[in-house]
């Protein structure tokens, strides 16, 4: 008995006799039973030690083939020459840009498109119109021709170096901005094997997986907004494709406290930022405002709401939001949710927010009339406070800073003439007239600005100071890039009052363009509108082929091209169908 207690407290006292004690206590077995359990279970300790060693073993062999193997293939490598080395990491990254494309291509629902009137239409029976139409044409294929030559597949061109060109509105990736932009004014103007170029170059080499950082806004309406209208007078389905692609890759800007979109976006990360210069890291009135024509079309054709929910909650916000002078200032901060600066312009910063009020409402076939209301408000205030006469008789649109009006137009502003025009029917207390009116005098005001210069183009901004009028005034305001806005105007104010003289102030500028802009490798922006021997800034602006050719060539055809009762222009000038309420589910 006394043997048997000492073993007990020798076992008690060790870790062996805890287990021992545990196992006796739980199974209710004899000693002999345990030890025979200790045994099987060291042999199968000893079996996993000697498993593990083997693993580890083997493990260590992989990884010594492996390396060897890497060795054995660089030296292969150094052995070829560096264009056969170029060629092999061309191949993989084809194959990886292929597997992207196959991972990105998800096929979308099948939807009934819009009632599409007026696409292959517009030839003028006056043999005069015929052969200045004919002439905007030919500006168009020597401007398309060039970049087709020298800068194909980069965002712009720079004609007299005869090289590509880009700004950092597209990033450090080369998207041929071009190429999407002008697609949708070549099928129109009958440029088809052009249009097919551009399409196959789509097709193949527009690619979103890119590391590069792009403007919201700026991508929204070039590029998305081009693929769409491409898509609509085509119907082929690469560029809705496309199209739904990249607004996957926008979508992450709108990742803000506020739901109002950064406005830049690293297409690959999905990381968000604004422009340094924009009033303490604020949002833009007219880059997240110019997103609803858009976003709606993508939504109709994916049957997602999430674009719609997007721009509609922006609209939300603003409906909420006190407004000084009932004017909206150009800075909202995305993470606060309130004004910046108090600078308030229906020119650069404002203006096609204004526009995208207006054109929504229209767009929806006049049912979204909450649109409107907005519309209508906005630009109450801005004939209150901000539109004036100067001493010589000009009606001008200046523009609010901290509390006064500064008086001086911009080019941009000019755009507004013509949204006056096309809001004037259904415009409150039967006040079509009065701004049809309005339109015509913002119309002269900028005629006004190019007729007063040497060229006949008109500057980047004019002042009304004084005994200055319609004329710019500093140095950096007097060059002219190939801009739209004004030669805009005269096509809305043609299409709703037929005036010859819009078509005579449109023929100006077209021959203004084709003298002083046009060189041998294409047409380029000129920085001094006053001086008789200017000089070239050497781009030709991607928009100068989505608008300002597209528009001449309209004010030059029949309106049965692109009637406005069925088609909307978004703010790049590419154009979009109406869609009604029947045909969008999640319209409120």
């Known amino acids: 008995s006394i043997s048997i207690f000492f073993f007990f407290f020798l076992v008690v006292a060790s870790k062996l006799g805890k287990l021992c004690m545990i196992y006796l206590l739980c199974r209710r077995k004899s000693l002999s039973d345990f030890f025979k359990w200790m045994i099987a279970r060291c042999a199968f300790a000893h079996i996993l030690i000697c498993v593990s ?7 260590r062999n992989k990884i010594r083939a492996d390396h060897e193997k890497a060795l054995e293939e660089a030296k292969e490598k150094l052995k070829k020459s560096r264009d056969e080395i170029q060629a092999e990491i061309q191949t993989e990254k084809n194959k990886v840009v292929q597997e992207l494309k196959k991972k990105d291509s998800k096929p979308l629902p099948p939807v009934p498109l819009p009632n599409l009137i007026g696409i292959n239409s517009g030839e003028p029976a006056d043999p005069d119109i015929r052969e200045k139409r004919n002439k905007i044409k030919e500006m168009m294929k020597h401007a398309w021709d060039n970049y087709r030559q020298y800068g194909w597949g980069h965002n712009e061109l720079k004609p007299i170096a005869r090289k590509g060109h880009s700004t950092n509105i597209f990033g450090n990736s080369q ?21 097919r170029e551009g399409q196959e ?16 806004f700026e991508v929204n309406i070039r590029f998305i907004g081009g693929l769409l209208a491409a898509y609509y007078l085509s119907g082929q389905e690469v560029f809705k494709i496309k199209a739904v692609q990249l607004a996957g890759k926008l979508l992450p800007a709108f990742n803000t406290p506020t739901g109002i979109p950064w406005a830049m976006v690293n297409l690959k990360s999905g990381v968000g930022r604004n422009w340094g210069w924009a009033s303490a890291g604020s949002s833009i009135l007219a880059e997240f405002g110019t997103l609803h024509m858009e976003f709606v079309h993508l939504s109709y054709l994916t049957g997602d709401p999430v674009y719609y929910n997007k721009v509609m909650h922006i609209r939300k916000l603003l409906q909420k939001m006190d407004r000084p002078n009932g004017l909206y200032p150009n800075y909202l901060n995305p993470r606060t949710g309130r004004w910046g600066q108090h600078h308030t312009s229906v020119g650069g910063l404002g203006d096609s927010f204004y526009e995208y009020l207006l054109k929504a409402w229209l767009m929806s076939d006049k049912m979204d009339t909450e649109a409107r209301k907005m519309y209508d408000d906005a630009i109450e205030a801005i004939e209150k406070h901000l539109v004036r006469k100067s001493n010589g008789g000009l009606t001008f649109i200046g523009e609010w800073k901290n509390g006064h009006l500064e008086r001086k137009m911009g080019h941009l502003t000019c755009f507004a003439g013509g949204m006056f025009a096309l809001g004037a029917d259904g415009s409150r207390d039967d006040k079509a007239g009065h701004y049809l009116q309005l339109g015509a005098e913002i119309a002269h005001t900028c005629h006004e600005s190019y007729d007063r210069t040497t060229l006949k183009l008109g500057p980047e901004a004019f002042k009304f100071d004084g005994g200055v009028e319609a004329v710019a005034v500093r140095q950096n305001e007097k060059y002219y890039i190939l801009r739209p806005e004004v030669i805009e105007t005269y096509w809305y104010m043609w299409r709703f009052t037929h005036d010859p003289k819009y ?16 060189v041998s490798g294409g047409f380029s922006g000129v920085k001094d509108v006053y001086s008789s021997s200017p000089t070239y800034d050497d781009v030709q602006q991607s928009f100068f082929l989505a608008e300002t050719l597209k528009y001449l ?7 049965d091209l692109l009637p406005l009762d069925n088609w909307v222009f978004n703010t790049e000038a590419h154009p979009l169908p109406h869609i009604d309420k029947l045909k969008v589910q999640f319209y409120t």
């Open 201 to 216: 170059w789509i097709d193949k080499n527009l690619d979103f997986s890119v590391n590069s950082e792009v403007s919201v």
């Open 553 to 559: 060539y309209l004010l030059f055809s029949n309106d």
């Open 53 to 59: 060693r083997e693993e580890e073993e083997r493990l």
């Open 175 to 195: 998207m041929g901005a071009t190429i999407v932009d002008a697609l949708d004014t070549l099928y129109i103007m009958g440029l088809h094997d052009e249009f």
């Open 503 to 518: 078509r005579q102030w449109g023929w100006e500028a077209t021959q203004a363009i084709d003298k002083y802009c046009r």
